[in-house]
């Protein structure tokens, strides 16, 4: 009779732990979505960028928001999509145009 009212109190602990993380939603940090996507479009001349704080995820992916500033003074609002694999895709919700012009790492043609 302990036995099975043992066993009965393990599974009934071990479906309710189930049933409270299957609730549980899950977020990325915008944070370390920026840093990521940074990382990235640095060398696009990216120079500052800033995401939703919260990004959740759901069965078909997660769609958010960033700001992004580039070295010419251009701004722009991206929305980005990442579908269920993993795939990544953006587009330009609203922008403004450089503000300055963009200055070459180097006036040598030659990249000296």
């Known amino acids: 009779m302990v036995k099975t009212f043992a066993t009965l109190a393990f599974i009934g602990a071990a479906a309710a732990g189930a049933v409270f993380l299957s609730q549980k939603r899950t977020v990325i940090s915008g944070e370390v979505m920026a840093a990521d996507l940074m990382g990235q479009l640095a060398k696009k001349g990216i120079t500052e960028m800033t995401c939703d704080p919260e990004i959740p995820v759901g069965v078909a992916g997660a769609v958010f928001r960033c700001r992004v ?17 993993q795939q990544l895709s953006g587009k330009v919700v609203e922008g403004s145009g450089p503000t300055r012009e963009r200055v070459p790492a180097s006036s040598d043609p030659w990249g000296n």
């Not at 500033?69 to 722009?76: I, L, V």
């Open 69 to 85: 500033s580039a070295n010419d003074g251009s701004t722009a609002q991206i929305e980005y999509t990442i579908d269920r694999n």
